[in-house]
């Protein structure tokens, strides 16, 4: 497609259950971010990947969280034994990668989870 | 640390001018994002600084002052669908990491 796809759009999921988000970013975009947005707050940066270069994970809360990207493709977030905290949603972005330039993020509609 | 500010809400009259200032601290700089989100919908681009000045588009305008630390995002000609939260964020250097701040919800009166 043209634009980030992420899935499913929505989520219900019990407390202690594990979760997978998908993502599938724009082609050709080597940079992918997740972030985190609780209900009327801004944006927490949780994880970055540009091409085969190693993540940036200094924004995941827990060791509950991880996410995966082989090369420039698909990406996974997963969150292992669920707690009610982490209801919100995640947002999904992509970019090209070049060096000074105006390279906005593209956002995907975002995945809301709602921990029960 | 990392930091950005911005007002939480405002609100202004249609047809009106409105600034939405931002001011950050950041361990490092390599570019400012004005973003606008609606409620329920993701974050689009709207503009970006990494030079200090002013950068026209349309009705929107941003400014940015480095030695300052600070952004502003001007609205003109206000209308009742530029009612939405406008995010600020910052890009790290050595990297692409972004930072945001937590919004300013702005309201669009008749």
């Known amino acids: 497609g043209a634009g980030v796809s992420q899935s499913p759009s929505n989520k219900v999921t019990e407390k202690g259950k594990d979760v997978e988000l998908r993502c599938d970013p724009i082609?050709?975009?080597?940079?992918l971010y997740w972030y985190r947005q609780r209900l009327g707050q801004g944006l927490e940066f949780l994880i970055y990947?540009?091409?085969?270069?190693?993540?940036?994970k200094s924004g995941l809360p827990s060791d509950r969280f991880s996410a995966e990207r082989t090369g420039e493709s698909v990406s996974t977030l997963t969150i292992q034994r669920t707690q009610q905290e982490d209801s919100a949603v995640y947002l999904c972005?992509?970019?090209?990668?070049?060096?000074?330039?105006?390279?906005?993020?593209?956002f995907g509609d975002g995945t809301r989870l709602s921990i029960l | 640390g990392q930091n950005i500010d911005q007002p939480t809400e405002m609100t202004a009259t249609e047809g009106a001018i409105v600034q939405i200032n931002c001011t950050y601290q950041t361990s490092g700089f390599n570019g400012l994002f004005w973003y606008q989100q609606h409620a329920g919908e993701a974050p689009t681009f709207l503009s970006y600084n990494v030079l200090d000045g002013l950068e026209e588009k349309g009705r929107f305008s941003s400014f940015l002052s480095r030695s300052k630390g600070y952004s502003y995002l001007l609205l003109k000609e206000l209308q009742m669908k530029d009612s939405a939260s406008y995010l600020c964020?910052?890009?790290?250097?050595?990297?692409?990491?972004?930072?945001f701040g937590a919004g300013t919800r702005l309201f669009v009166k008749a």
């Open positions: 082609s050709g975009h080597t940079a």
């Open positions: 972005a992509s970019s090209t990668r070049q060096v000074g330039g105006n390279q906005p993020q593209h």
């Open positions: 990947f540009q091409g085969n270069s190693a993540p940036d």
């Open positions: 964020a910052v890009r790290d250097t050595g990297g692409f990491k972004t930072i």
